[in-house]
């Protein structure tokens, strides 16, 4: 690095308010007044105190040194930084902005650390005066990089849950056809291997009796292949064992004598049944047909 210009005979503190002193004093960030040169005419005790604290050349003060000498002067890895610092303080200086922002890192053996530089003109008449100010957001920075860790960690959870969702809804998809397919290997098994033996055994010359055993085992057989009864389930319909049985046959067209034929039960019973079945369905009226509405259901 270039030797720092200092001026010979550096201007008197532009503050010399006890007050605004105080003032300038109190506050964190690290200030310098510059002149129209881009000489140090003041700095405030932050400065001060970093400077002493990592040991910078010159005095701590670094009153009459040349700001923009030093920026232009500096190579290395945080050259582009200082270049771009010391042009945009001299478009401050001749007007051309009326503020100039920067963020830089300034890593050192304690670690790292960002800081957030602002150049801006003092008001009022006289001398050119530019107030350079450089605030410790370290922070502020690694905030925003654990934020940017976090949101980095969200997507990928967010990636994540997408894949098992897909896989997920391919499972189910594959469940819902596995499904299907058991479905289709029963119903042909029963008409294939089993309702031809039933349908001779119907056609035998069977006692009273029996014959009704096989009405009834072909009419259970059937319901195990038949939406119906999952249709009264969704539908929330509880009927008792009996009444599914009489539900079925009347289904099926038989009549009243018939099903209480086939279930040995006196024809009042079935009667009292269909009622129920009735009430059950919510059909009102003789022109709601109690068949029509089971055939409904599947």
């Not at 105080?22 to 510059?34: C, Q």
């Not at 029963?186 to 294939?192: C, E, R, S, W």
């Not at 055994?201 to 009419?219: C, G, H, N, S």
């Not at 018939?258 to 009430?279: D, G, W, Y």
């Amino acid at each position: 690095m270039t030797s720092p210009k200092t001026s010979a005979d550096p201007s008197s503190s532009p503050l010399t308010d006890p007050l605004a002193v105080a003032v300038l004093n109190s506050l964190s960030a690290h200030i310098a007044i510059l002149d129209a040169e881009g000489v140090i005419l003041q700095t405030n005790h932050a400065w001060r105190a970093y400077a002493q604290r990592n040991r910078l050349r010159g005095t701590p003060d670094a009153l009459g040194t040349n700001y923009l000498d030093v920026c232009d002067g500096t190579r290395g890895q945080d050259a582009a930084d200082a270049h771009r610092v010391a042009a945009g303080i001299r478009e401050v200086i001749e007007g051309q902005r009326i503020e100039f922002l920067h963020d830089y890192p300034c890593h050192g053996p304690e670690g790292q650390h960002w800081y957030y530089m602002r150049a801006i003109r003092m008001a009022g008449e006289g001398p050119v005066r530019v107030v350079v100010s450089h605030e410790d957001i370290t922070t502020l920075k690694r905030a925003e990089e654990a934020l940017r860790a976090r949101e980095t960690q969200l997507e990928e959870q967010k990636q994540s849950l997408e894949e098992a969702n897909i896989a997920l809804k391919v499972l189910l998809k594959q469940r819902e056809a596995d499904k299907a397919e058991l479905e289709r290997k029963v119903l042909a098994n029963l008409k294939d291997l089993v309702f031809p033996y039933v349908e001779k055994l119907k056609a035998a010359p069977l006692r009273p009796r029996e014959k009704t055993m096989v009405e009834i085992v072909d009419t259970h057989l059937r319901d195990i292949i038949s939406p119906f009864l999952q249709q009264m389930a969704n539908a929330g319909i509880l009927l008792t064992p009996q009444e599914l049985q009489v539900a079925q046959l009347v289904k099926d067209g038989k009549t009243t004598k018939e099903v209480a034929s086939l279930l040995h039960i006196a024809e009042s019973t079935v009667s009292f049944h269909r009622k129920n079945l009735r009430i059950k369905f919510g059909l009102q009226g003789r022109r709601a047909n109690l068949r029509s509405h089971l055939m409904s259901l599947g």
